[in-house]
Every structure is written in C-alpha cells, then in structure tokens.
C-alpha cells in the first residue's frame, strides 16, 4: 500500500473514532500517562461549560483544570488544589488496577466521573449528568428522615398522651397502641401487641364490662359504619360497668382508624350534677323557678296553638309557724314530703316547681275542661292536708291554692302567672286550704301596684330610700371583711320596703337606673370612711347589670368618694346576664379592669354550673341562703352544699356563705372550706350610722387583743 493510501486510511479511521467519541450519549476524555489530553467529546466540555475555542487535544491536566476554574466549576476551590485531586485520583487508580467511580459536584450540576486506565492508552474517563438522580436520592433521603422524625414525634407523643390512643389497619389489626389505653381496658399484653385483631380486643372489654351499654357489637358497627363514610365521631359512651368513656374515632383513608379514650366519669358525674343543681331545688330536687320559667315560656306556643292549660300556685299555709315552733329542720322535711306529695299527683308530663320558700307552682295540661283543673286541686288539697310523721311530731299540713286556666285567664306563661298569683292572694285571704279560680274583679293587687308606681315616681325626690349595710364575717380571721348595702324604701303607708318589695316596678316605670345610680354614689361614699380592709359589696341582682352607665358610674362613684377599686365588690346574679354572654363578659371585664372585684351571687339557686363560672372572670362565689338553710338537720342537703362549694373551691374562687342563721349551718360551711359568711347568726342589715360604730368596736376590739392599743396610747 502507497504510503498516500496508508495516511488516507489513518485519516478515516480517526474520524470514525472522533465520530463514535461524539455520539455517546456521556462525555468521554483520554490522557496519556502524562497527563496530556488526547480526545475528548462535546459532551465532555458541554458537562463542564468548557469553552470550544480553549480546549485542545495536548492540552495538560492542570491547563484544563484551570479553565474548569475559571468558567466557576469549584468555586471554593483554586487551580493548583483543583489539578491536585484529580492527578492523585488517577495514579489511585492505575495502582489500584480497579475502575474508579465517583460523583464530582460542580457549581452547577453533579457529575458522575468513571476512571480506567489502560497500558499504552492512559485514562478513559467518562463523564455523567447525576444532578437530577442525586436531587432525588436527595429528597428521597430527606424525606426517609423526616419519616423516621415522624415516627419518633408520633411514638413520643402517644407514650406521653393521657388519653388511651390506638390505631388499627384495614384488616381491623392492632397498630399501635399507649400505655393509658392498655390500662383504662385492663389489656392483657398479649392483646396489646401489634397484629391482635379488634375482636379479641372487644371481646375482652366486653368481659370486663366495658363496652356501651348497647354491647360490643353495636361499637363494632359503628366503627365499620364510620369506616364506611370515612367520618370522624366523637362521643360520650356509658360504659356497662357505670364508666363513661369519652371516645373519638378518626376514619383513615387506607380503611384504619384511629381512636382516642378517656375515662370522664367522674367529670361527667359532676357535671350532671351540676346541671341538675342548676335546675332543681336544693331542699326537695322539685325543678327551681329558673326551670320551671323555662318550661312556661315553652307553654306559650301550646296555648297559642289553643291547648287548654292550667297553672296552679300553691303556698302551704301558716308554715312559719312550723319552722318557728319545730325548727328549721322539721320545715324542711315537710316541704321535703309535700314535693313528694305533688310529684305523686301530677301526671307524667306535667311539671311541679319549688319556687322558693314554701311556695309551689304546678303546670297542668293540656286539660278537656276547667272542672280538670278543680279536680286536680282537691286531689292536692286531700293529699297535702294527709298527716306526716316529721321528728317524732304529728304535723297538719294544709295549702291554698290559686288556679288560671288559658285562654281565658291568660294567653301567654306572664298572663297565666299574674292572675294565678292573684288567685292565690284572695285563696289565702278568704278561706286557707282552699282553692280559688282566677276572676276578673280580684284587681285589688292591681290597684296597690298603680299605687306603688305612683309612690315610687316620687320618692327620690322626698329622700325616701335610704342603705343598709350587712357585714360578712371572714372565718380564717375572725374579722369583718366586708359589708352588703341594700336598699330600703321607706314607705309612708306600708312602710320598711326592701328592694325586692318594688324592683319589679321600677324597672317597669323606668327608675331603675337612677335607684342604681344613687345606691352606687351613696354606698361608695359611706364605705370610703371604714376601715381599709373592710370592702363594700352591691347586689346588682336587683338593680340589672344592663344599664349601660354601670361601668361609668361605678368609676365615677369611686373618684368622687375616694374608696380604693379593691375594696368594691359587684355581686351579679346568673340570671341577670346569661341571656346576653358576649355583652355581660365584657362588662365584667370592664369592672375587673377598674381594680372592682366581681361575685356571683344566688349560686346554685337557678342556672348556675359549671360551665358558667369557667366562663365568666369572678372572684367570688356567693352561696345561694336557700342551700345554707337546708343544711341544719338534713344529710342529703349537706351532700349537696359540699357538691356546690367543692365546684367553686375546684375553680380557686373565694366561696362565701349567705344566710347562715345557726350555729350547725356555721360549722359545716367552715368545714367545707367556705371563706367567708354572712348571715342572722351575726348581724342583721344595720343603718350607716350604726355599721360605723360596729366596725369601730371591731377594729379597736381587734387591735386590743393584737396588742396595739398600748402601743397607740401609751401611758
């Protein structure tokens, strides 16, 4: 072969391997053993942004590398470290004898380098694009680790929940479960490991008793129903042994669920009573006044629908005679018996109501005919007069009542109570132990309340009001902590009036702001001359918290007589403000932000629970006088003060009792934790002239025994 055809054929096999060396699908680049580059491909300077018109075959290693540099591909590195690694990876390798393979991270992409040297050729290096394989091995490990984070946060918080937690798969198998969860069930730990089917977890509540009331299968049910719709369920479950459960079950989109449980009993035991309290009498657990309003107003629709219905008001006549004659204690069984005398009269879904004192409403109907109503009545009257053992003593017992029947004595529940009441007025006045029909000619209470709101348009201005103040006995100190003012009317013609005389008036004639102005203005202004830790407490029970100057004309009332904010106490009753939560809460804050202190009085006479006082920012809670009454001579009674006072004292709030007239009512208050008292057993309500002089005698009788006296008036 001529020597033109051997180099044409050289010629043609380089450009076969040029063309080869730039079809492959990586970058490729040779060096000799002196680390000189003989071929290389485009794809080789596209990976590492080398510049076409730079790169040359011949080149040396560390020339490139500084290019490689200089076009940014190791920004934290320079040529000569850059040059450096890569001649020792090379010469590694060819002592080695074994390919070589790792990933270079550029500024811009990852690059997958594999090295192999070959005798008499040098190093075949090819070069691969592994950024988006190294992004998501990457993500992939980043998330393996916040999988394993997960895990640990999960496994944490459910050894560290109170609450019982277990979750079970789709094919009803124990995934996990916590250590409150295995105790609540009493779980063998056989049957708390992972894979213990649901069954034989049910099948082991059931044996012990505790599973809903309906059984385990109705659970099971419910589960697979919620499972089915893939809802979430929350639910308080009476447990066959008497526990209550609250569950929450949380449907899982892989056909699991998750369930939490957690033992409530004797919350919701508490709250039960709570409730019931809130709506029944403490004395005789015969619905309260506020209850029985209630199921007046719901009347309304019935009688505006055309029902017939009959409200009848009862009062046992002369029973203060008994409680003056037997005692408070023998009182209290008799109304205890004459409760369960109505309840045994009455038919099912009618209601009887203790609405305070010995006075009792019955709401009856629907009824065919009125003569129903009078039928009812002597079946009261025969069952009331019936003669009761009560302490060893024979007691008679009669009871007059007043009878209204709609629509034509009223066609709405305050229509219907109106004329009752009046019925009841001219039953006890003409003949006791009877019954009376309401009539339109008994106005006689009429006339005297047009009579009352006309006196009372004018009695500001004759200054015929004036304050009583009742101290409240501080038990841990022996001392006098604060003082009630109440409002008196002293009527020409009837005479000592106390506010709930003529409140309801007022309101209607539109003074009840001005009353509550003056007592506000006037209390303040005696107070501010008591001793320093003597406080003044006002009842707005009866002047309303709605007025909308209260918070003003408190602050102004304390500026004018200079009686420091601690020492005031606002004393509101719940039914006052329960009907308006937003706007009431808000008023209290006000008056708390002022530096006054805030009380709930009347607790546990109407609508009291709870939930309310949570609610509400009070710092004192002033017991009903109805609860203290009830706790000479009677268990059950006491029972329930100490289930009411252990509600407050539970809350950290200031308990005071009101009421308190003996010595028996003083010794369990105190032992039950009570604060503070307030009662006949101390002091009746005193004139201002006169609680100034007992508040002095006090003090200095206190400082004498302190050792003071001596020292102020030394020898």
Not at 10 to 17: P, R, S
Not at 233 to 252: K, S
Not at 330 to 342: N, W
Not at 513 to 518: A, F, G, S
């Amino acid at each position: 072969m001529s020597g033109n055809a051997h180099n044409s054929e050289l010629t043609c096999d380089a450009q076969l391997l040029n063309a080869a060396v730039d079809a492959m699908p990586c970058g490729f680049s040779l060096w000799d053993e002196q680390f000189k580059l003989v071929l290389f491909n485009a794809r080789y300077l596209d990976l590492y942004d080398l510049p076409r018109n730079k790169i040359a075959r011949g080149m040396d290693l560390g020339e490139v590398n500084a290019i490689s540099v200089e076009v940014g591909n190791h920004p934290l590195s320079d040529a000569k470290s850059v040059n450096k690694r890569y001649r020792r990876a090379f010469l590694d390798q060819k002592e080695a004898g074994k390919p070589l393979m790792y990933d270079r991270a550029l500024a811009k992409r990852t690059v997958r380098v594999h090295v192999a040297f070959r005798a008499g050729l040098g190093w075949l290096v090819t070069h691969e694009d592994v950024s988006e394989e190294r992004k998501r091995q990457r993500e992939q490990e980043a998330h393996a680790r916040e999988l394993r984070l997960q895990g640990m946060r999960f496994r944490a918080a459910v050894a560290n929940l109170t609450q019982g937690l277990a979750m079970f798969d789709s094919r009803k198998r124990l995934v996990i479960c916590n250590e409150p969860y295995i105790r609540l069930y009493q779980l063998p730990r056989n049957l708390a490991r992972p894979g213990t089917r649901f069954s034989r977890i049910m099948q082991h509540r059931a044996d012990i008793g505790m599973v809903p009331n309906a059984g385990g299968q109705w659970l099971a049910a419910r589960v697979e129903s919620l499972i089915a719709s893939k809802r979430s369920d929350r639910n308080v479950c009476e447990m066959q042994n008497g526990r209550f459960v609250l569950i929450e079950h949380t449907a899982m989109d892989d056909g699991g669920w998750l369930s939490t449980h957690e033992d409530i009993t004797e919350r919701h035991l508490n709250e039960v009573r709570a409730r019931h309290l809130a709506h029944h009498d403490a004395l005789t657990d015969l619905p309260n006044r506020a209850y029985f309003a209630e199921e007046m107003a719901r009347a309304d629709s019935r009688m505006a629908r055309g029902e017939k219905m009959a409200l009848l008001c009862l009062d046992l006549d002369n029973f203060k005679d008994i409680n003056d004659v037997l005692g408070h204690g023998v009182g209290d069984e008799v109304l205890r018996q004459v409760a369960r005398r109505l309840n045994g009269v009455k038919r099912d879904h009618e209601i009887v109501a203790r609405m305070g004192g010995d006075e009792f409403m019955l709401l009856a109907g629907p009824l065919e005919q009125v003569q129903s109503a009078a039928a009812l009545a002597r079946r009261i009257l025969d069952e009331v007069s019936k003669p009761m053992l009560v302490g060893g003593h024979q007691i008679l017992v009669n009871t007059s009542i007043g009878i209204a029947v709609s629509p034509a004595d009223g066609t709405d529940s305050a229509g219907l109570m109106k004329n009752a009441d009046l019925a009841l007025y001219r039953a006890k006045k003409d003949d006791q132990g009877s019954f009376q029909f309401f009539k339109k000619g008994m106005d006689a209470e009429v006339r005297r309340r047009q009579m009352l709101e006309e006196d009372l348009r004018g009695a500001m201005a004759r200054k015929q009001f004036s304050l009583r103040f009742q101290p409240a006995l501080e038990l841990e100190s022996n001392r006098i902590s604060s003082c009630e003012a109440l409002i008196v009317w002293d009527h020409p013609g009837l005479g000592k009036m106390w506010a709930g005389d003529f409140e309801g008036v007022a309101r209607e004639i539109g003074i009840i702001d001005e009353l509550k102005e003056w007592v506000i203005r006037s209390a303040c202004e005696v107070a501010a001359g008591w001793p320093e830790q003597v406080r003044l407490g006002l009842n707005l029970k009866n002047l309303r918290l709605g007025h909308n100057r209260l918070v003003d004309t408190v602050a102004e009332a304390l500026g004018a007589s200079g009686l420091a904010p601690a020492r005031l106490e606002i004393g509101v009753s719940e039914s006052s403000f329960i009907k308006n939560t937003t706007k009431s809460v808000r008023k209290l804050r006000k008056l708390q932000a002022l530096g006054v202190r805030v009380c709930v009085n009347e607790f546990g006479r109407e609508s009291s629970s709870l939930n309310h006082l949570r609610a509400y920012p009070f710092d004192k809670i002033n017991l009903d006088s109805s609860f203290v009454a009830g706790i000479s001579g009677s268990q059950e009674n006491r029972e329930i003060a100490r289930a009411v006072l252990g509600l407050g004292r539970s809350l950290g709030i200031v308990m005071a009792a009101h009421g308190v007239s003996d010595e028996d009512q003083l010794d369990f208050v105190r032992e039950e934790g009570c604060n503070e008292v307030q009662g006949p057993l101390f002091s009746v309500p005193l004139p201002a002239n006169q609680i100034g002089e007992l508040l002095n005698t006090v003090e200095t009788r206190a400082a004498g025994e302190a050792g003071l006296t001596s020292a102020r008036n030394p020898q």
